[in-house]
C-alpha cells in the first residue's frame, strides 16, 4: 500500500463502463521542492498520476480543481505509444481511500454574489456607506 498527497489538477469525472460499474477518474499533482547544493534558489518536481477510485462515486463532487487529498493504494506504470507515434509513461494509482485535507475554493459561487454586491454597490454609488458616510475603514 502507498500513500500519496497531492493537489487535484482538474474536477473529477465518472465513467460509466459498458458493464455498468461506474468509476471516479481524477488527477493529483504531488510537488516537490529541494535546494541544490550551491545554489540560491530551490527546485520545484512535480509529479502527476492519474487516478481512478472504484469503490463510490458519492466523492466525486468535492474531488475538484485544487483540493488537496491524501490517498492510499497501489501506483502502477503504463507505457504506451502518443498519437504521434513517441513513446510515453504514465503513472496510474488504484485509490482505495480518498481523505479530503483541504477542499477547493468555490469560485463560481463567490464570483457570482460577488459581482452581484459589486453591481449593487455601482448602481447605488455607495461602496461603502455607515451613516451617510463614505469611508474604506472597518471600523
Request: charged share 25%; with cysteine; hydrophobic share 35%.
Amino acid at each position: 500500500m502507498q500513500q500519496i498527497i497531492g493537489r487535484v489538477t482538474a474536477d473529477a469525472t465518472v465513467k460509466t463502463l459498458d458493464s455498468g460499474k461506474q468509476v471516479v477518474s481524477f488527477s493529483v499533482a504531488d510537488n516537490k521542492s529541494y535546494k541544490p547544493k550551491g545554489q540560491e534558489e530551490a527546485v520545484q518536481v512535480s509529479t502527476f498520476f492519474n487516478c481512478s477510485y472504484w469503490l463510490s462515486t458519492a466523492v466525486a463532487p468535492v474531488l475538484r480543481k485544487g483540493a488537496v487529498v491524501q490517498l492510499n493504494g497501489q501506483v502502477s506504470a503504463r507505457a504506451y505509444s502518443s498519437n504521434t507515434g513517441d513513446l510515453a509513461a504514465s503513472l496510474n494509482f488504484h485509490t482505495d481511500r480518498i481523505e479530503v485535507l483541504a477542499y477547493a475554493a468555490k469560485n463560481e459561487s463567490t464570483a457570482t454574489s460577488k459581482t452581484g454586491k459589486e453591481a449593487k454597490e455601482k448602481k447605488t454609488g455607495k461602496a461603502n456607506d455607515h451613516n451617510g458616510e463614505n469611508d474604506d475603514l472597518p471600523f
